[in-house]
């Protein structure tokens, strides 16, 4: 049996595991989908147990897969789709998830040389047309940006499909295949399934089971379909905004849908390519005049690939009113002329949410939502992905614990402690940030909300009772009468009406008050108040967590406050060949396996602290590795460095501050007494100063107890 090596180990008779036994037996009696045969014979499971299976190729799930295989945590993938999705939907990538990516094997150095110049993105437009006049222009960044003061890496402009074939390179080198059902290729029911992206295979079902759950899988092969059941000890589910999964376990989404219903086109053009490049480059395009209204991504303008969002209305509107032909209409009608090489690949409707599922663990922890499974933003600020790869750096080391049984299933449930609060957060900002895009057509006199209110009044009320065709009129008639506030006659220096409107538009702009694109309080600042942590009950809360206090400024304030992001400084190895090689303090921290930092200043009391935590974490089975900040210019200690206070241990590092007029300790809000211990997601797990602990060996245990939740 392919899960006899875990029933094994259940039967060691442990403390950890008869108590791991008791909670799975009392959640698979609680789980609606029990079946008390799943885990014997006759339930035709192909393959090996799994540790981990994903479902869903999306860029969520590829970059949890990559996590796990660096970890060494056997993992496949499934993917209803036969082939990745082109369709450009997410290209703005914030700056944790490219400090994240960095880890990935240089995938974020990838990202920056396959993107185009930042001069082509920076900037949002305004106008009547793509070839008519500019209302405004707000450019997204500053130049702090580029001096990279609070992070080692910039945000990046790359298409969603780009990306994923950057993470599948990646994956190859790791030794992970996409693989495709082919019906000549017979399936070997014990042919090993880790480190398999399965192409066409659909979960169906799912089943849970005393070691985990047992996953039905339709495959596609394009002409066939068969059935495949495969068993894994935990699902993640990353099957996206319509997750079959999270219906399956009956998680309901709670906040507010259908914020908005758009049709998106994907299409390219040279011609619209140079003429923007040459006249007005950037990310976004707000485009308002009489005949249209849309809102045009330049995915990339030397390559003329573009996105166009149009606002829809069903089902007055159908979405086969959107045929390649219209869509062109509405394009020429947007840039003020008919291009000539327009070439439409691929149209969709969507709509906008803006949601958070109830509960991110199932089924005793083994079922995991992440990512647009998890929650579904409307796209403003460039949340939803952004927020999905930070959702797995979170689990993926809490699952390499809990697997390794170093950690208790509890661990994981501090996935959802953690990031449920964030995305309710991000949610709220992303709802906030749509808001103020519309501001923009509101003053125009173009106010979307009532737009809105129209479509749910013939949806709902009165209108509802009136043919389908003179609904459709009713809302057109509607539709005209509104965009005629955007006609030359009104928009213009000599009318009243319009000098207001556009002085209104001028100030919006200027006070930031229209969509914005970068928010490095909540990107870098995001604080995780409970959890895989040791709290910080000092008064002194000014540091902390400023997400999830509504919109707020561009600032983001350093600090070590357990929860909190590692702050970046750079530091320079006392091992560096040359003045010149500088790490940052994020790097400190391993990207190729789950290993735990501890930061010290070297201190008589603070090494012993080290010693005694080395020692805890070698018990524990946990990964751990100490860094020695010295002060700036510590020429002096370079040649022997911590090795007599923390030999025979080898796992440290001595650095020094690059600078002097800033000190690390400062920066994280502590004296050089401090002691930071920081986990394998270069998030902060506890913090003290060493004077502080009156006994570290209870302090170590205390400590690596509550992050392992043991
Ligand atoms: C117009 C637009 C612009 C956006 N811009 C940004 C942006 O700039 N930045 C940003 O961060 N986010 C952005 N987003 C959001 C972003 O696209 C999503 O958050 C992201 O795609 C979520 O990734 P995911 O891997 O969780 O899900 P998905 O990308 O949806 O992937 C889910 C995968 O699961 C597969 N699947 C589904 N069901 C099953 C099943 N039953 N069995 C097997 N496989 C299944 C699907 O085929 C799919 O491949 C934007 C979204 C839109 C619509």
Known sequence: MPSMAIVSRLRRGDLFFSRLRRQL????????FTSSAAHDAGTGVSGPHLPVLIVGAGPVGLVLSMLLTKFGIKCAVLEKSLSFS???????????????????????????????PVDLWRKFIYCTSLSGSILGSVDHMQPEDFEKVNSP???????????????????????????????SDDWEPDSPLEKRILMGHECTSIQPTNEGVIVTARVHNGTTLEERRLHCSILIASDGARSTIRRLVGVEMKGERGLQELISVHFMSMDLGNFLLKNRPGMLFFVFNQDAIGVLVAHHLEQGEFVLQIPYYPPQQNYQDFSPQAC?????????????????LDIKPWVMHAEVAEKYLTCNNRVILVGDAA???????GFGMNTGIQDVHNIAWKIFYFLKEVASSSVLQTYESERRPIAISNTNLSVENFKAAMSVPSALGLDPTVANSVHRAINTGLGSIIPKNMQKAVLEGIFSVGRAQLSDYVLNEKNPVGVMRLEKLKRIFAEGKSLQLQFPAHDL??????????????????????????????EYIPTG????????????????ASTEETLSTLDLVSGDKPEFLLIIAPLKASYHIARVILTKAEELRVLLKVCVVWPHCSCQSRSTGSRAELEPWKNYIDVEECKKDRSWWDMCCLTNKGVLLVRPDEHIAWRTESDRVADAVSEAEKVLSRVLGL
């Open 25 to 32: 037996a009392v959640a698979v009696a609680a789980c609606p």
């Open 86 to 116: 082109r369709h450009p939907q997410a290209h703005f990538i914030n700056n944790r998830s490219m400090e994240i990516f960095r880890k990935l094997d240089g995938l974020a150095e990838e990202i920056e040389s396959s993107q185009p």
């Open 153 to 183: 890496v910039c945000v990046a402009h790359l298409s969603q499909y780009k990306l994923v074939n950057l993470l599948l390179k990646k994956l190859e080198k790791l030794g992970m295949h996409v693989y495709r059902h082919d019906p």
């Open 328 to 344: 062109e209409k509405i394009i020429s009608k947007l840039v003020g002329w008919a291009l000539q090489d327009v070439q439409v």
């Open 375 to 381: 929650h579904r933003f409307p796209p403003a600020g």
């Open 525 to 554: 600042g995001f604080c995780y108040k409970e959890g895989a942590l040791v709290a910080d009950t000092s008064e002194n809360t000014q540091y902390c967590n400023r997400a999830g206090s509504g919109r707020v400024s561009r």
């Open 561 to 576: 406050r357990p929860g909190s992001r590692l702050p970046h400084m750079h530091v320079k190895p006392f091992t560096a």
